[in-house]
Structures are given as structure tokens and as C-alpha cells.
T-cell receptor, first 113, second 108 residues
Framework: NAGVTQTPKFRVLKTGQSMTLLCAQDMNHEYMYWYRQDPGMGLRLIHYSVGEGTTAKGEVPDGYNVSRLKKQNFLLGLESAAPSQTSVYFC????????????FGDGTRLSIL | DAKTTQPPSMDCAEGRAANLPCNHS???????VYWYRQIHSQGPQYIIHGLKNNETNEMASLIITEDRKSSTLILPHATLRDTAVYYCIVRRGQNFVFGPGTRLSVLP
């Protein structure tokens, strides 16, 4: 059971570089989310999607873009990485109906030098 | 979003019950309470959720007060592997808001 898969698991970037983080889920979930977690803090919502082709801003969206071209995939992009974006990034998915919990990936550790 | 308040840290002796409290005084009538935990920097792991009745599964029990303004997560026989940060979340629609949680340390 794959669940939610995030790639890559680790990455080091230089300031100004760009990259895309991929999240894939195989549970046919409608909703998908991107969070960041900084040391000693809870998760903060960056962007989310309520369905294929839709995206919305969360609590800390600046400096990030997202796309949901396919229902199973949710991409998080950094166009020009900054040291303040050094963090652990988590993706989650959620069924569109009922009160089921979110399912999380194992995270991507991103360091911006 | 409905705000939750948890103590920043707690200790528990191995083999004893761990009781983790959470206040959610602004919760609305149809909002569920969810508990997750995070071990080291792994992805949050779902534990249990409930609306107003007490709930139990193989991992834990959830006790929600009658007025629904607070709840308690109970780990009946804590082990060293239960050392983690525990998050209490009130779900509003499709939004789950994570606070800083409670860091539970299970001591040998």
C-alpha cells in the first residue's frame, strides 16, 4: 500500500535555483495539501487543492506555486529558492466525503544554501 | 479556524497510562476532533478521531467532554516507542490546523 509518496526525500539547493516537489497518492482522494514544518513548530499550510485542476492558497503561500493537473498528483514549485524556505515539506491527501483523516507522506527535507 | 490548546510537554512512565489533554472551547457542533502524532521528523500519523462520543481503537482512547470544549487522548500502556509530539486538531470543512502539539516523553 503506497498511500502518499513524496519525491525527492532530500535536496540541497543554492539560493535562486528552482525545483519541483512531487506528491502522488493512490487512494483516489479529492483533496491534497502541501505543508511546511520548521524546527519546534507545527505544520503550516502552504497551498491545497480540492480537486483536479483547482488550487488555493493556505497560510504561507508566498514564494511557492502549485499545480494539480492530474487527480493523483500535486506539485509544489519553488521558482527562486531562498534560505527562508529551508524546511521539511509534507504532502497530505484526504477523501472528499465523510470524516476520514488526512494521510501524510514521509516528507521532503529541503536545504537552501 | 477552531483553536486548540495543549500543554507543550509531558512525561509518562513506561507501562503507565498517558493522558494528553486538549482544550477546544470554540468548537462548533459538527466539527470533529482528530489526534495525530509525529515521531522524530516523520510524517504525522493518524491516531483517532471523534465527534461527541468516546472512541477507542487499537492505538488509543479518546474521551470528549459532554460540552465538547475539551478532550483527552489516552494511551493505556505507554511504551518508549510512544515518545512523540501529539497534535490535537479540530477539523473545519477540509481544513486541519496543526498547532505546536504536546511533546510526550515516555521514560523507562
Amino acid at each position: 500500500n503506497a498511500g502518499v509518496t513524496q519525491t525527492p526525500k532530500f535536496r540541497v539547493l543554492k539560493t535562486g535555483q528552482s525545483m519541483t516537489l512531487l506528491c502522488a497518492q493512490d487512494m483516489n482522494h479529492e483533496y491534497m495539501y502541501w505543508y511546511r514544518q520548521d524546527p519546534g513548530m507545527g505544520l503550516r499550510l502552504i497551498h491545497y487543492s480540492v480537486g483536479e485542476g483547482t488550487t488555493a492558497k493556505g497560510e504561507v503561500p508566498d514564494g511557492y506555486n502549485v499545480s494539480r493537473l492530474k487527480k493523483q498528483n500535486f506539485l509544489l514549485g519553488l521558482e527562486s529558492a531562498a534560505p527562508s524556505q529551508t524546511s521539511v515539506y509534507f504532502c497530505a491527501s484526504l477523501a472528499g466525503q465523510g470524516n476520514q483523516p488526512q494521510h501524510f507522506g514521509d516528507g521532503t527535507r529541503l536545504s537552501i544554501l | 479556524d477552531a483553536k486548540t490548546t495543549q500543554p507543550p510537554s509531558m512525561d509518562c512512565a513506561e507501562g503507565r497510562a498517558a493522558n494528553l489533554p486538549c482544550n477546544h472551547s470554540t468548537i462548533s457542533g459538527n466539527e470533529y476532533v482528530y489526534w495525530y502524532r509525529q515521531i522524530h521528523s516523520q510524517g504525522p500519523q493518524y491516531i483517532i478521531h471523534g465527534l461527541k462520543n468516546n472512541e477507542t481503537n487499537e492505538m488509543a482512547s479518546l474521551i470528549i467532554t459532554e460540552d465538547r470544549k475539551s478532550s483527552t487522548l489516552i494511551l493505556p500502556h505507554a511504551t518508549l516507542r510512544d515518545t512523540a509530539v501529539y497534535y490535537c486538531i479540530v477539523r473545519r470543512g477540509q481544513n486541519f490546523v496543526f498547532g505546536p502539539g504536546t511533546r510526550l516523553s515516555v521514560l523507562p
